[in-house]
DNA sequence: ATGAAAGCGCTAACAT
DNA sequence: ATGTTAGCGCTTTCAT
């Protein structure tokens, strides 16, 4: 039925060591049987079987990938990232949603881990003991992309997100010297810490005074934009500007204040976070820290090929650059 | 090194048969002596092999999904419902972009079945013999997605393009009786030749004669919507509304208006497709064509389940409702 | 340059 | 209920 190597060996008269050969593009091969091997191959039409390659050579040239969501934005940019230098090293990948869900993320990685995937790229929100553990039991090299571990333990591709941050707020203090609100995700999440810190950095220079109240918790959704400028348009004391941790929620943050009738930026300024294509999609659009998701992707892919190639690795937390984009929903 | 289920059968004084069957949920097991092996699967730290387990038994648990661009916000709506309903049934997916690139196309086809994928789900443009053929090599299932085969050999998973652009089309005629202009994207995709049908089918029937000038091609993108309603702006005879085969491309053409000094819908009414999520996060918000991305991902993910289990299949050709959702963008 | 043979880790009859 | 035994289709020494 199916066609296999010792097939294609009887046929072309050959050993299926021979076939193996040239299938694998070893040059131990006289040219005229190659040349007849490879005609055997394609008249039987003799597909290898990668399944039982991988079995035999340990290696599947497969990687597996998990992601909170890949309908986001955000990760689909990123997840292209990947897939792109993954195929420009042969490689395929594996890709499973987690939705930060930590017992899904636990299996997703066993399950992987089962299917002899070469490597795994990670990302999520937060990185337990339990998930280092995890991946102890894994002979083959991990990366977390746009992914925190406090410990620093696991190979990573980021950004500086305190810094990136900080330079946000900064700008957003220049213009306008108050405390500008925050919205944000789930304190949970080490990056969402570490641009809370950048943030509050940039007001004790300025010598701004704290206030709670101004930080309002969201879950990066549009709709939870709107919630969450509502929610500050009620205080008491109106901030004059937003930094908001991801554009899709600064969207909403936009159009909640535009709809209820508010100016941006001459009543808010809004800044957002992650250069999304939606940054441009909206007017006025939005200025924004520039996080470069699919260099992030491609990046950490390449590293991981590096381990699992067993090379050299010069720097195993790689931080990438971030820039300040202004554009015209700040003054 | 690696644990084995022979070093488990060892430990546990058992044959590897006995441990196959515990490991498989096998009933023919007496619970003492299941109880024994899965205590030493514990302390061994023992992970079976999908590798071996695919190459023994033929399965592989795995189905290879084709994508044009999981980055583009259709695209990875309907890969995430591909996903859940994979997971739903165990299965894990390889995912690949195409980019619609016909070789790149059957290329992935190919590896995909090197991987001895039990089942395909393809999403692209244009579906040519070669596809087919190719398709043909294999033995497992294949099953396409927002993807229109006009043979209608392949199973598939659609809504009805034609009757959908009908509708918007009308809805726009009925509230300006003149021809809307048409953004669409290549004319080599089945599915923009459905839709324009659809287009061309509500204006004969209002007796609007057609005039060729208003159809410009786009290439889906925020960037490529902008241009067109440039090019609509400097018509002779200006439409008073535009229909957009793209949500995304449709934002571009009301905040290209826009720029320009136009009022959507007063100006122009515009009409896009798809209801992505950039459709309420656009002011006016966008009138647009329903087409349920997420369930054709997840039917078309059930329907490959059904005949990788070689369930009855009552229709090969499932086509999805549609509906049109009327908001600010158009009169 | 080519071949022979031993696995890789598991499933699936078949036997008991 | 449990064990024995062939493979699954390939890679990889080791010979020659």
Redesign the interface.
């Known amino acids: 039925m ?1 066609v296999t190597i010792y097939d294609v060996a009887r046929e072309a008269n050959v050993s299926m060591a021979t076939v193996s050969r040239v299938v694998n593009g070893n040059p131990n091969v006289k040219p005229t049987t190659r040349k007849k091997v490879l005609a055997t191959i394609e008249q039987l ?1 003799y ?6 390659r ?2 035999a050579s340990k290696k ?1 040239t ?1 990687v597996g990938a998990i992601i909170p ?5 955000f990760f ?2 990123l ?2 990232g990947i ?2 230098i993954a ?1 420009m090293y042969k490689y ?6 987690s939705d930060q869900n930590k017992d899904k993320e636990l299996t997703l990685i ?7 995937v070469d490597g795994i790229l990670f990302m999520g929100g937060t990185i337990t003991e339990d998930h280092i553990n995890q991946f102890k ?1 894994a ?1 083959v090299p991990v990366v977390l992309a746009a992914t925190y571990d406090d410990t620093k333990e696991m190979a990573s591709v980021n950004i500086d997100y305190e810094e990136a941050a900080y330079e946000a707020t900064k700008h957003l203090i220049e213009k306008e010297p108050n405390q500008p609100a925050f919205v944000t995700g789930s304190e949970e999440t080490s990056i969402n810490r570490y641009k809370f810190n950048g943030y509050k950095r940039a007001l004790e220079e300025a010598n701004i005074s704290f206030n709670e109240s101004l930080v309002v918790e969201g879950d990066y959704s ?1 709709d939870s934009g709107i919630e969450a400028v509502k929610q500050i348009i009620e205080l008491q004391e109106k901030p004059s500007s937003i930094f908001v941790v991801s554009d ?1 929620m600064a ?2 943050v936009i ?1 909640g204040a ?2 209820m009738g508010y100016k941006v930026p001459e009543d808010f300024q809004v800044f957002g976070f992650n250069n999304t ?2 940054a ?4 006025p659009t939005l200025s924004t820290v520039v996080q470069p998701m ?1 260099d992030i992707g491609a990046v950490a892919m390449r590293l991981l090929t590096k381990y699992m190639n067993k090379e050299e690795v010069a720097e195993k937390n790689v931080v990438l650059p971030h820039r300040i984009e202004i554009r015209d929903s700040t003054l």
Do not use: C, F
Request: glycine residues 6%; without cysteine.
């Open positions: 199916t039409g597909r290898p079987n990668a399944v039982a991988g079995l599947t497969t969501d890949i309908s986001s934005i689909s940019e997840a292209r897939e792109d195929t395929n990948v594996i890709l499973s949603n066993n399950t992987m881990l089962e299917k002899q039991t002979n549009y899709e969207l909403g159009h535009q709809d294509r939606l441009t999609m909206i007017r699919y």
